[in-house]
């Protein structure tokens, strides 16, 4: 059983942001859990670019989306690791269309992944911690949890509940050394912000500098 370092589960670990939250604590001595839906080239380049042997970094290849696939992630984490320090759900994915247009499927896979998997991942972990009477959540939403945009039905409604979330786990966590925040960042060039101006720049016949400009006015 692995209990020598503190450990870190990372949501959407692969992903843009997701990837420099796993360097970054991995860099700290933590061990890792990604969870992802699947193994890209950023998780074998953390992988074979490992210096520090006193803690070990995991892969787990989850559906998100399916509430019975994170609940049988945390009973084999249970058995593995004797704590678990850190949850940062920072998995996402987006879909833009008119809400009167918007595919009933996509709002559904949306909301299932940004928002509800936070909840049941919380759910799951927080027994953990308050057995080891530690514990830290940290919730990745964005400016848009904060702020609308046209189009973005879903992922605004599911960042903007990330928030209620976070606030609602850390008045429950409030009397003891349990803590749940929230980060909400702006444009990050990420891939899933790329595919957005590529899609753009195609609809309306521009360049994909000038989608840019447009996506930071907005």
């Given at each position: 059983?692995?209990?020598?370092?503190?450990?870190?589960?990372?949501?959407?670990?692969?992903?843009?942001?997701?990837?420099?939250?796993?360097?970054?604590?991995?860099?700290?001595?933590?061990?890792?859990?990604?969870?992802?839906?699947?193994?890209?080239?950023?998780?074998?380049?953390?992988?074979?670019?490992?210096?520090?042997?006193?803690?070990?970094?995991?892969?787990?290849?989850?559906?998100?989306?399916?509430?019975k696939s994170i609940k049988n992630l945390f009973i084999n984490l249970k058995n593995q690791y004797s704590n678990i320090d850190?949850?940062?759900?920072?998995?996402?994915?987006q879909h833009v269309d008119p809400v009167e247009s918007f595919p009933d499927t996509k709002w559904e896979q949306i909301l299932n992944v940004?928002?509800?998997?936070?909840?049941?991942?919380?759910?799951?972990?927080?027994?953990?911690?308050?057995?080891?009477?530690?514990?830290?959540?940290?919730?990745?939403?964005?400016?848009?949890?904060?702020?609308?945009?046209?189009?973005?039905?879903?992922?605004?409604?599911?960042?903007?509940?990330?928030?209620?979330?976070?606030?609602?786990?850390?008045?429950?966590?409030?009397?003891?050394?349990?803590?749940?925040?929230?980060?909400?960042?702006?444009?990050?060039?990420?891939?899933?912000?790329?595919?957005?101006?590529?899609?753009?720049?195609?609809?309306?016949?521009?360049?994909?500098?000038?989608?840019?400009?447009?996506?930071?006015?907005?």
């Open positions: 059983m692995i209990n020598k370092n503190k450990t870190a589960i990372i949501t959407g670990g692969l992903g843009g942001i997701g990837i420099e939250i796993t360097k970054l604590f991995y860099k700290r001595k933590y061990n890792i859990i990604i969870v992802d839906n699947k193994i890209n080239s950023a998780f074998k380049k953390v992988i074979f670019n490992k210096t520090n042997t006193k803690n070990t970094i995991l892969y787990k290849k989850v559906d998100l989306s399916n509430r850190v949850l940062i759900n920072c998995a996402g994915i940004n928002l509800s998997s936070s909840f049941y991942t919380s759910k799951y972990v927080l027994p953990l911690m308050k057995k080891n009477k530690w514990g830290r959540i940290i919730n990745i939403s964005s400016v848009h949890g904060q702020v609308a945009s046209i189009n973005k039905s879903a992922y605004v409604a599911s960042k903007h509940g990330m928030i209620g979330l976070t606030k609602t786990i850390a008045l429950e966590t409030a009397k003891i050394p349990i803590t749940c925040n929230v980060i909400c960042p702006g444009w990050v060039n990420t891939l899933l912000v790329s595919k957005q101006i590529t899609q753009r720049a195609k609809k309306n016949n521009t360049s994909k500098m000038k989608e840019e400009f447009k996506l930071l006015k907005e």
